[in-house]
């Protein structure tokens, strides 16, 4: 008996010592701290803290067991929020506890926040640093300061296809799809359409991939059976990119009915295609840009275009996407290369009624990225915004105007489950070798110990940015400079505040984003100075006319940055004088008179810039007439240049064009009738042409663009661009003026009728009293046709052009609705070696927006660049970009000043050339 009590006391003390031991040992154990038992290298999964959607886990419990047995031991912070309950690696044999800074290795998904950053250690995530990220610069400066191994799963390639290890991108593309389905759904029902994707769910609202499909397959039969809206159909996706997340989306497309198509197909689909059906088409590089200079290379090659982007144009926004429903971005992009769409493309895209865009799937979530307006990442609560390109917001509407857009950054967190299988699978098999590696050893000596993959994966190391990522500290250098230039408050002075104005400073606020600029605009017309104010409440105004109070504007010269003229050519000598004086750097719209071209050598000496012809014409035609020049002269097949011909007009749209004249005003006409009796001087088929002033119409001549007819007259010296240009031996050059047919009539008997003298002063009461004054029987009746009021009383102190322009400004002007149109045609013929003409046309032609607007084809043309010209003088010092703005007189003819106004100018406003080329 005594026996059976000693041993049930020794079983029992053994149970409760076993209890004890399983207590303090415990997984689940709260203690802070967990003693190492062994040499066994020591890994931890941390806790995802970054939002509540966050649930995937790096490592799934079955590949925890597996690397138990491996000898690896893995600690596991405790989350209620992981798709896998703590139990499950509990099981597996991890151990669960609050502190893992036993582990050397601590793996993750998202960023580490810098509170939880432990010294010493190796983290492996996604650390979104790579492209020098300013959200994560100072977990990075967190990183270096605490002597961290950082790894990030992005840059695990393979060595030689350099295609992806390890990543969630399938899954992105996935969950991207589905949600662009319901989101799509919505948005037509916001329209006013019901639809089949109604049908359907967020990728979340799911159990898993399988569950996602057979959904799709529902959606598809009901697709089949009813089809979409006939107002929206044929339904079309475009997908960018070539990786995983691309595939995953398109998977997406292949469960339901579908066909795939090219982008050449995109119009005859549209016409003809199937309301019962999906199409896609997998966008290429070539679909997007082109090379700007054909005559280098005839077809697109994806090596040179990664080497030299600055080389291609952006084409997506025209050819490819007024064509789609929806874009699937899912492309890789950094600020080297062309943006996929800019806000002004997309104000462009929304503007045309014949566009179909309605949503985008920006997945690659890259704020200010290839879509610009992905400002910030939307959420998995709130996955699409609809963004007002003419705003420049957005907001969660579903029947607001404008673009549906989504750009969640974590999509694969909506199906964690799978998306963790699948990450776990291909990140195990480079565990054991991470878990083993010697953080010791110099970085240099770790590629054997880490193996290549995560060798070359490794962005810090002792606290140094490796070799391969040293450029992110030239990244970091260059936004601290654009910051510092945001910063620094820029002053400019518009002088000038005609019906160009306003919308000059909506397109320098534009152009110059979130530079900190101050404009105070100079005018001596209080009403338009007071409309300004209204329009633009963070500007500055002075009322003073700089012709007979320049002092009054001195002093504001002297602490501007740069000034701009709008004012008229005659008195930009007046502000260029004070510009030389303080250092101050000068643009205008205007031709550079011989007064101007004076002062050449005193800015140069100054250091100033004066930068003139900076508007449509002259300013635009400049900018596309050196980019032609050049690449004919670039092209070896070319002998010579033999002819150029311009003709630049500002019209009244085709339709709007319902006047006698052909022509209406949007502001005072008498610029556009003293122009009329301007001389000018050409050169045809090796003949100088002089023609007298007031004889213009003598030289008229039609010019037919598209099924547009029009007659052009040459435009002052046309000879002299010939040396401007950099040019010599031309047979022909010509610039000219562009009006409907009808116009030069009608000048005509302006000119007969005396109407368009600056000198005297009519003595008549009346129109109807000048003309009976006539001596000329067949010119009175008809001017007495002419649709102009008769009985309009003519001020007494007039000169008779003056009476003419006041007439025709009340009677001749675009009326609410109409729209004016800009129309330029460069014509260029230059000879090849065989002796055969090679012709080639750039064409421009712009409508405005509809009347009243500020927002006109002539005032966009001319404030556009005109913003551009100021940009790149504000910046002409900046040290973050090319810049090719001198000293001196300038004329916008350097060729590569010229390209980057035709790219900005395509980017950013949308103005853009069609160019064909002939044999």
Known sequence: ????????????????????????????????TVASSSSAPVIALRRETKNRWERRAPLIPEHVAKLKQDGIRILVQPSTLRIFPDEEYIAAGAEVVEDI??????????????????????????SHTIKGQEANMDMLDDVLAKNIRLIDYECMVDQESKKRLVGFGRFAGIAGMVDLYRGLGERMLGNGYTNPFLGLGYADMYFGLESIKRALLEAGENIKSRGFPRDLSPIIFGFTGAGNVTLGAMEMLEVLPHEYISSADMKEVIRSGDRHKVYGVKLERSDLVHIRDPSKRSKFDKVHYNAHPEEYAPIFHHKIAPYLTALVNGMYWDARFPRLLTTEQMRKLNADKTSRLLAIADISADPYGSIE???????????????????????????AEGILLGSVDNLPAEMPTGA??????????????LARSNFDLAFAE????????????????????????KYISDIRAENEAKKSEVKQQRNVLLLGSGLIAPRYIENLKKTLGNMNVSITVVSAQKHELKNLKKQFNDITTAEVDISTHPEDVNYMVKSSDVVVSLLPATLHTIPAKMCIEHGVDMVTTSYVSDEMAAFDEDAKKAGVTILNECGLDPGIDHFMAMHVFQQLKDDTSISRIKAFESWCGGLPAIHCANNPLGYKFSWSPRGVLTAAKNG??????????DIAPGMLSSARRDVDIGRLHLEGVPNRDSIKYESIYGLDGLDTVLRGTLRYPVFWDHIGDFVD???????????????????NDLEDEALKVRMKKFPLCLESRVCPDDAPIDMLSSLLSREFVFKAGEQDMVVLRHSFTAENAHGDDVKTTADLILLGDKFPTSNTAMSQTVSAPCALATKYVLMKNSQTKENHIEDGV????????????????????????EVNTSK
């Open 1 to 32: 008996f005594h026996t059976f009590v000693c041993c049930c006391v020794m079983f029992v003390n053994g149970v409760v010592a076993r209890g004890l031991r399983r207590l303090f040992s415990s997984p689940l154990s709260t203690s802070t």
């Open 420 to 433: 963790s299988v699948h990450f776990s699978n291909s990140l195990l098999p480079h565990i054991p070798q």
């Open 890 to 913: 300038m004329r916008p003819t350097n060729v590569q000043l010229c390209r980057q106004f035709l790219e900005d100018l395509d980017n950013e406003f949308g103005i853009r050339f």
């Open 680 to 689: 000018a001087r050409y050169r045809e088929d090796g003949k100088d042409v």
């Open 753 to 771: 009728a005396g109407m368009l003298n600056e000198d005297g002063i009519v003595s008549a009461e009346t129109l109807g009293d000048y003309l």
């Open 446 to 469: 770790q590629e054997n110990d880490l193996g290549a993959t995560l060798y070359n994966a490794a962005i810090t190391c002792h606290g140094e940015l490796t070799p391969k990522f």
């Open 373 to 399: 307006f992905t400002k910030v990442c939307t959420t998995i609560d709130h996955r699409f915004e609809v963004f007002n390109p003419y705003k420049d917001e957005a907001t969660f509407d579903w029947e």
């Open 101 to 126: 800074s036993p582990a050397s290795v601590i793996l993750g998904v998202k960023e580490v926040p810098k509170s939880e950053l432990l010294p010493g250690k190796t983290y492996v995530c996604f």
